[in-house]
């Protein structure tokens, strides 16, 4: 009777691929119906060079990469105990793409004959710097935490290669993304023999990755050798991941939805697990790219982009089903004071910024001005003013804008992982301000941040709500604000595609960049500094009672939800007005107030101004060093800023 009924829901499966399958192979720029294929391809000889040599090909990697990628997300979830684990979760999909581009610009030859050795070290080093930080106790969340914010670190390296060597990677933009275009069956033929073969290993291997589910002592007990199966699992795991980015890119969510939608159908034992894994993996991929082509038929959406707005869901559901495991109250954020007079703190912190700045004016075109230039007068030339005045200043108050920011979230949420990136401000505020600039183009500018401030408010009111059964739990918290970005980033790279923004210009926006800054730019964030820095230092004392536990400040006469609903709003007004000037900058929310903390003490009346003096020093130096490392060409100062907020995240996560 079980068997009879896994057979129906595999038939149900193997029907619903073949239908989305069909609609799949009518998209494209020709217009032909299901009844033309089904009738006219053995005829017609435009048809059949269409068919077999576009359509068909980017179908069967399609199911290919979609079973191959539900297949590693089983077995990952299997191998680590953790429902929240797949290749796109633990980094390895990032890991392999990373370690792709950086073979196609330093051994092109190599890369171009041998891509699965660049995606199979990738994948093992992403594999690897996850056990690393998480350790033996491989808590389900603080997993997919970590290989998320891996993902972020691979992510950013990636980037700034492609706009380092953007002859060298022509064309990886939206390989990078994750796509399913294809010429011809080579694609096909070089991914088929690695999955084959991994299918069957997993399939003669089932009942032992059975015994696995029962713990090591309980496996072992039964004649299991653990430690083999693993090593074998792992193998395989990877195989099928790199094997699927050599040829479609880093697709996320596939390997993480799959199997739970299997499981959900209540089939049992890893060899028909497997089984119906693979045909789910398939359709919902196929789908996806279904679904992409509808909402771009002319063009090419990145079918990663749309499996992220799809999965970026199931992983907040996922999340949340786990919240109350991870509740905890016991949240502080720590710090020491100096042992310096804070007048002479502040004082060498205006004055290092100040130096700073200076430095980075001085610098243009390829050499510094001298100490002569500066005493004539160059500096307020007419070049200067136009070109290097805004650029410096928009990168100053930027920085001190996310670095309140960072301060409002980490106060009001107790939490040391609260920043505008991670919590899903950032990417939800560049998805709102992108909607405005895509979808009504006659809008004037000023329109931009509002929806930057509509897009950022929706996604931390999604987060705060998801994660408040965990009591907003650092784990949890940044978990769920990573899959909330994951959403936003989807929407970002899918305007970015239907606005037909160029490749450099999409980068620089996904990474954040201080180029072509103007003075009306100053003005808006002078303005929002103005208005709201002493808002949020009138608040000090209250934010202070924050810190405390809910009863204690409530027992001083604080109003806890009014004052976190209103810091929270402040908060997403700060986030989301530098997005909609210089587009995605992360982890200057973190890193500052981090730093200041640890030199003024945890007060927030000392924290927020050496926070501010912090956050613009951070970008302003990040902007000075994104001109002048590579000149003449330009590292956007995102990249730069996320090379060094990604490690120390990892390194407060491995903390808590």
Known sequence: MLQFRQLRLLLLGTFLLLLVSLIHLTQGQADYYWTDILTASWTDERLQAILFGIRLPRLVIGILAGGALAMAGLLLQTLTRNPLASAGTLGINSGAFLFVSAGAIFFPTVAANFPFLFAFVGSCTAAILVFLLVGRGMEPVKVALTGMIITLLFGAITSGLQLMFEQETNGLFLWGQGTLIQNNWAGVQFALPFIFISAILLLFNGKNFDLLLLGDEGATGLGLATERVKLIGWILAITLAAATVSVVGPIGFIGLMAPHIVRLLGIKGHRQQFIHTFVWGAFLLIAADALARFVQPGGEIPVGAMTAIVGGPWLMYLAYRMGKRYASSKITLNGRESSLPLPILYAALILSTFGVALVSLMYGGGSFDSVQDLISGSLFQEFSVRYRWPRILTAFLVGALLALCGVLLQSVLRNPLGDPSILGITSGGGAGALTIIVL??????????????????????????????????????????????????????????????????????????????????VYFLVSILVLLVPISYWLSKELDLL???????????????????????????????????????????????????????????RVIPAS????????????????????????????LVALIGAPYILYIIKRL
Do not use: C
């Not at 000023?446 to 965990?470: E, Q, Y």
């Not at 980033?489 to 072509?516: E, F, H, R």
């Not at 003096?613 to 956007?636: Q, Y």
């Open 547 to 605: 810190g405390l536990h809910q009863q204690v400040s409530t027992g001083l006469g604080l109003n806890v939800k009014l004052m976190r609903i209103g810091t929270i709003i402040l908060a997403v007004i700060i986030g989301s007005a530098t997005v909609a000037v210089v587009g995605a900058i992360g982890f200057i929310g973190l890193l500052a107030p981090h730093a200041a903390r640890g030199l003024v003490g945890t007060k927030i009346h």
């Open 612 to 639: 501010i003096a912090i956050g613009g020093m951070l970008l302003v130096t990040a902007d000075f060093l994104s001109r002048f490392l590579l000149f003449p060409k330009e590292i956007p100062s995102g990249l």
């Open 440 to 521: 009504f183009p006659t809008l004037s500018f000023a329109f931009v941040p509002v929806g930057a401030v509509v897009g950022s408010t929706l996604a931390i009111v999604t987060i705060l709500l998801a994660t408040k059964r965990s009591y907003w739990e650092p784990i949890s918290l940044a978990l769920m604000g990573v899959a909330v970005s994951a959403v936003g980033s989807g929407i970002i790279q899918i305007l970015t595609v239907k606005a037909t923004i160029g490749v450099a210009p999409a980068l620089l926006w996904l990474a954040g960049s201080t180029y072509g800054m103007n003075w009306q730019n």
